[in-house]
Structure formats: C-alpha cells, structure tokens
C-alpha cells in the first residue's frame, strides 16, 4: 500500500508564529506537490520538487524534499491569519504521468 | 486561460438515482483524473484517463462507477444506483504532456462536485 503520512493533522497557532507540516513515506517519489485547499474549493497548486535535496520559496513560505526523495516539509514564517486553510502533500511515482497520493492534510488556523 | 472546469458544483439525489459529473481540462491538456475526498479525509485516486482510453482504473469501485473522455467533449465521472456512502466532493484534475528530463507530473484541480445523496 502506497501511504504518505502528513503531520500534525492540526495545527492552531497565533499570529506571527513559525510552523513546520511533514509529509514522510517509506516509497521514493518522482515528484511531489504541495496543494492548499480552501473550504468548498479544489486544492491549488503551491509548488513542485522533483530533485532530492530541492528547496523553494514562495513568499513566506519554504518547501524541502528529502536526498532521498522520500520526505518533504513546509516551513511558514511568521504565519497570518490569510494562511488559514488545509495544507496537502501529493506525490507522484511516476514522472510523466500516473496517480498523485495524497498525504490526511494539515488544517491550519492562524489566530489574530 | 481557463481552470479545469467541473459541473454542477453541487448535485442532489435520492439513492438509486444516477449521478453524472463532468469536467472540462485546461486547454491544451490531455490527462485527466477524478478524485474523491470524503468529509476529514484526503483526496483518493479514482480513475486516469487519456482521450478515448482509460489508462488507470484501479481506484474505482468495481460496480456502479465508470467513467470515460471522450474524444469531443468533456470527462464523465457516471455513479449508478447511487447510496448515501457515496456523498462526497469529487475532483477532476488535469495535466500537460510532458517529456524529456525536466518531466514531471503536475495535477491541476477542479472546484469539484459536491454530490448529497439523500
């Protein structure tokens, strides 16, 4: 069974406050994704990683994938109350095409 | 440029009718996939296909599901005899084709179907 495992499955913090999210499988990825969905909508697409070791920022927020392509972590600095919403992690074991598995999610509400 | 386009947004229906759910890729995109996310849970692979062929069918129930793309027109997700069980909200994503060492699969999603059953 294909698993990705993502935690903290919640997370309540206040303002201005860092935060990690981790997306951990046993199985290598070709790629994976980071989606944030907001209630009633479709997940949209954060970022990609393909490359072990990659790290990209977008604004206030940093995503890792692992050397060995197995793991990866989103960072948010200095969270805002916009930042509210579920976090989800995809990979893909396939590199053009194929089925994303997707991490439980990590809700995420930022307090002013 | 238009999203993944999916309609209706939201469907009602009393168990044993039929449930059709269609999505439109972005243009230019070939693939297109459904997926199921039920209430606190993610989203679950259901079905790939390609235009005219389904390419990956292991996470639809083996009855009362099917689906197709046809080569004119938009993807159809058919739930038959529909039961309270399959409430949920029901995505299409869609990719580009992609080749060469800088391939990679990119999903783009939907705003979903929301299907009650009553």
């Known amino acids: 069974t294909q698993l990705l495992e993502q935690s903290p499955q919640f997370l309540s913090i206040q303002e201005g406050e860092n935060l990690t999210v981790y997306c951990n499988s046993s199985s290598v990825f070709s790629s994976l994704q980071w989606y944030r969905q907001e209630p009633g909508e479709g997940p949209v697409l954060l970022v990609t990683v393909v490359t072990g070791g990659e790290v990209k920022k977008l604004k206030r927020l940093t995503f890792q994938f692992g050397d060995a392509r197995k793991d990866s972590s989103l960072h948010i600095t200095a969270a805002q109350p916009g930042d509210t919403g579920l976090y989800l992690c995809?990979?893909?074991?396939?590199?053009?095409?194929?089925?994303?598995?997707f991490g439980q999610g990590t809700t995420l509400q930022v307090k002013p | 440029n238009a999203g993944v386009m999916q309609n209706p947004r939201h469907l009602v229906r009393r168990r044993g009718q039929e449930a059709r759910l269609r999505c439109s890729p972005m243009k230019g995109h070939s693939h297109v996939y459904w997926y199921r996310q039920l209430p606190e849970e993610g989203l679950k692979f259901m079905v790939y296909?390609?235009?005219?062929?389904?390419?990956?069918e292991s996470g639809m129930p083996k009855e009362r599901f099917s689906a197709e793309f046809p080569k004119e027109g938009p993807s159809i997700l058919r739930i038959q005899q529909v039961v309270r069980g399959d409430s949920a909200a029901y995505f299409c994503a869609s990719s580009p084709i992609r080749s060469g060492h800088l391939s990679y699969n990119e999903q783009f999603f939907g705003p979903g179907t929301r299907l009650t059953v009553l």
């Open positions: 995809a990979g893909a074991y396939t590199s053009n095409t194929g089925k994303l598995i």
């Open positions: 296909l390609q235009k005219e062929n389904i390419i990956d």
